[in-house]
């Protein structure tokens, strides 16, 4: 994408009534209004809301947030020209139940409160395999505990990557710290994979099956 597209994006975004972009310092400083209130505030329903970290141009969330009209949707991810054509697409569909939140996701417990969250999707992040980008895996024990904070008890989560690198290592962690409901390393040749794992497939993932790679799946708690 060029920098006078990617320029237009974020102008355009900043005028999106379903974007917020708050900075890093009112974020640190306790100065995000939305936190803990948005419901109240934002979606002015008491709808459960569901996150989709690391949402690229937002598929999950638009499809999800049509498919389920009584759930609320934020769609995260820190680079805003990705999520451009998903908040763009929900306004023109005029779709209320669904925003995107234009900030890093080691920052969530900063932007919601306690037991504010019901549901988190985890699809296809980067696995960051090398060790000294341990920290920067999302589900490393340190992002799994700030999760744990936002998502309410017995809150599901999932993980949806073509790493098995990545799904091992949070295979792992979860045992530990919580408890795996569904598991599977191919979900397109398993028969009893869930529904919701299979009936979207993003950008990326549809690049992923043409060079038939194995696409894996884990549904958790913490």
Known sequence: MGSKNKLKRFKENENFENVIQPSRSDLLNKKFLLKGKWNLNFFKNNFPIVLELGCGKGEYSLFLANKNPNKNYIGIDIKGAR????????????????????????????????????EIWITFPDPQIKFNRTKHRLTNPEMLNIYKNIIIKKGIIHLKTDSEFLFGYTLGNVTQMGEVIYAHHDIYNNENSPIESTAIQTFYEKKFLEKNKSITYMKFRL
């Open 83 to 118: 999520f451009w054509k998903g908040a763009k697409t929900a306004i023109e569909s005029k779709m209320h139940n669904v925003a995107f939140l234009r900030t890093q996701i080691e920052l969530l417990s900063y932007c919601f409160g306690e037991n504010e969250i019901d």
